[in-house]
């Protein structure tokens, strides 16, 4: 039954037993992952009681929202409003965390629904050659999470495959007129999207090479031998990094104490 299979794998997703009735929250990476595997089962439900914030398994099946309740997960932030001190224009910057558990383990990562949905071919390729393979996936997913957030990306319903973040050849994430920053400890990933103004760019996901050993030549020109996140190539962008991390530090600092 429907039921029987969601509790199993909202349960498995979580990490944790739930109940049909239970009122959840997932992050987005859950979110992500859990509509790649209602796809993949030929489940139909109202995700968007999903996006909205919280559900229950009865709701959705049921076409029932679950009661209000805190979300865990904060609202994403509107982009921050284009600025153009330090002789720079800023489009908006973003910054997303996520918890490595929050995507899910896979025998085979191109193979597996959510990473299909959600990585390119060639990021797919270059997070299997990393030291942690899930802590690499981790870092790119908050990357796009944070060009999304910075208002250089938009979201789609059909996943985050066509926002794909590519490396340099010194191995700094890079993403069109973004300047990238991706760092991860053994269980969290976090990254920063410091978008220069340029145009929203969607790009197209590629088509999958016939032959793997072409993907894996592209992925190899651009190997990292870690993900040492992006710093400006000019003093310029160095500066106009360090003065919006500062005035959002500020901002938030006075918030939280009822200035502002």
């Not at 330090?86 to 896979?106: F, H, R």
């Not at 060639?122 to 999470?145: H, N, R, T």
């Not at 090479?209 to 400006?232: F, H």
């Amino acid at each position: 039954m429907p039921q029987e299979k969601l509790t199993t794998y909202l349960s498995q997703l979580t990490g944790s037993d739930v109940r049909p009735d239970q009122s959840l929250a997932l992050r987005s990476a859950q979110k992500a992952a859990f509509a790649a595997w209602l796809r993949k089962q030929g489940i139909a439900v109202d995700f968007a009681q999903v996006n909205q914030g919280r559900f229950s398994i009865n709701g959705l099946l049921n076409g029932e929202a679950a009661p209000a309740a805190a979300s865990r997960e904060p609202a994403a932030l509107a982009p921050a409003p284009a600025a153009t001190n330090l002789a720079g224009t800023i489009g908006g910057i973003g910054l997303d965390i996520e918890d490595l558990d929050s995507l899910p383990d896979a025998h085979d990562y191109r193979e597996h629904e959510f990473y299909r949905d959600n990585f390119a071919p060639s990021e797919i390729v270059y997070c299997i050659q990393q030291p942690d393979v899930k802590a690499s996936f981790a870092g790119l997913w908050a990357a796009k999470e944070a060009a999304i957030k910075s208002g250089a990306a938009k979201d789609t319903l059909a996943g985050l495959r066509a926002i794909e973040i590519s490396h340099d050849s010194t191995g700094r994430p890079t993403y069109p007129g973004c300047v990238l920053s991706i760092s991860h400890t053994p269980k969290t990933a976090a990254a920063v999207c410091l978008w220069t103004g340029a145009p929203a760019t969607q790009i197209a996901a590629p088509v999958a090479a016939k032959e793997p050993n072409l993907a894996l030549k592209a992925a190899l020109a651009s190997r990292a031998s870690a993900e040492t996140g992006a710093k400006s190539g000019s003093k310029r962008w160095l500066k106009v990094f360090i003065f919006v991390i500062v005035l959002a530090t500020a901002t938030a600092g006075l918030r939280s104490i009822g200035v502002v």
